[in-house]
């Protein structure tokens, strides 16, 4: 009886949990549940989901990965330089723009996983010197200063559902890949063993490479929405995104220890902070005072998982 309470807490928790939002939410305001506040939140968050999404892949294998938040700036800045840029029709700018912020994104995320595998430094350190790295290019790129000047046409696809189309697809793929291919399990194999998966022929050091420039193209993606979001190339896009990513990944019920979680679930995980925090501005709660409350639903996500493992 214990262990089924504990398989249901596992599964239907962190969706209980929206679900208490939205009524509490509901009922202490009558703005919370329009449709245009909900999409609007779903536009809001759909850049820190996509990134998420990526640090579900790394976390699942008992990784992590801090340089997301300054990729997205990176992807941000050089996607609006190009559709600045007066070489060729709006449309094909605009393509070419996103492809450069993603494919920006990728290669830095490469370079995490060449430099976690190869040279045998830990993920935390190497992403984290990659953090620092890719601020200080995107900074050097702009000369500090802010890319503006973007065609409307940019902006208008932010204001639109596209953001939100972005984000599901991303999830639905990404539900398709973990659960669906060899390449899926080879991540929760990692993560729960990597020598048990070694040893089944496993080549773990390719699926952490991938893992991180999957992780870094989303990253790259998100700086595209943003910087379709501002309408402009800003290098400090995404400073601390890496930690809203982490945190909704945790909420999500994936175990930092690797090896369990569900992508759905950092999906359902994002979601509930995004609705907690709409719904404290909406009730006139400060600032300062979000980032407590949260960062107590953090703890206790993580309380969550470690008595799931104990008991599990």
């Known amino acids: 009886m214990k262990a089924l309470a504990v398989r249901t807490l596992s599964s239907y928790g962190i969706l209980a949990a929206l679900v208490l939002e939205l009524v509490v939410f509901g009922l202490l305001s009558d703005d919370f549940l329009s449709v245009r506040n909900q999409i609007n939140i779903l536009?809001?968050?759909?850049?820190?989901?996509?990134?998420?999404?990526?640090?579900?892949?790394?976390?699942?294998?008992?990784?992590?990965?801090?340089?997301?938040?300054?990729?997205?700036?990176?992807?941000?800045?050089?996607?609006?330089?190009?559709?600045?840029?007066?070489?060729?029709?709006?449309?094909?700018?605009?393509?070419?723009?996103?492809?450069?912020?993603?494919t920006a994104g990728a290669l830095a995320g490469a370079f995490n996983g060449i430099v976690a595998t190869r040279m045998r430094i830990p993920p935390f350190v190497a992403t984290l010197a990659m953090l620092t790295i890719a601020r200080g290019v995107a900074y050097h790129y702009t000369g500090s200063r802010t890319i503006s000047g973007l065609p409307e046409g940019f902006h208008e696809l932010s204001n639109s559902v596209a953001p939100i189309g972005v984000m599901l697809a991303v999830y639905a793929l990404g539900w398709v890949v973990l659960m669906r291919t060899p390449f899926g399990r080879h991540v929760y194999a990692v993560g729960g063993n990597p020598e048990a998966a070694r040893l089944c022929g496993i080549r773990v050091d390719r699926v952490l490479r991938r893992v991180y420039l999957l992780s870094g193209a989303l990253a790259g993606l998100a700086g595209v929405l943003v910087a379709s979001r501002l309408n402009a190339g800003y290098p400090k896009a995404g400073e601390l995104a890496e930690l809203d990513a982490i945190a909704a990944v945790v909420v999500g019920?994936?175990?930092?220890?690797?090896?369990?979680?569900?992508?759905?679930?950092?999906?359902?995980?994002?979601?509930?902070?995004?609705?907690?925090?709409?719904?404290?501005?909406?009730?006139?709660?400060?600032?300062?005072?979000?980032?407590?409350?949260?960062?107590?639903?953090?703890?206790?996500?993580?309380?969550?998982?470690?008595?799931?493992?104990?008991?599990?």
């Open 43 to 102: 536009r809001g968050n759909a850049a820190i989901a996509i990134i998420a999404a990526g640090m579900t892949f790394v976390i699942l294998t008992a990784g992590i990965d801090l340089s997301v938040g300054s990729l997205l700036g990176v992807s941000c800045v050089l996607t609006a330089d190009v559709i600045l840029g007066d070489w060729a029709p709006m449309p094909v700018r605009i393509a070419v723009g996103c492809v450069v912020g993603v």
């Open 253 to 312: 019920g994936t175990s930092l220890m690797g090896g369990r979680g569900s992508i759905w679930g950092t999906l359902i995980g994002a979601l509930v902070i995004g609705e907690l925090v709409n719904g404290l501005e909406l009730m006139h709660v400060s600032y300062y005072s979000q980032k407590i409350i949260i960062g107590v639903v953090l703890i206790g996500a993580a309380f969550l998982d470690r008595f799931r493992t104990e008991v599990a």
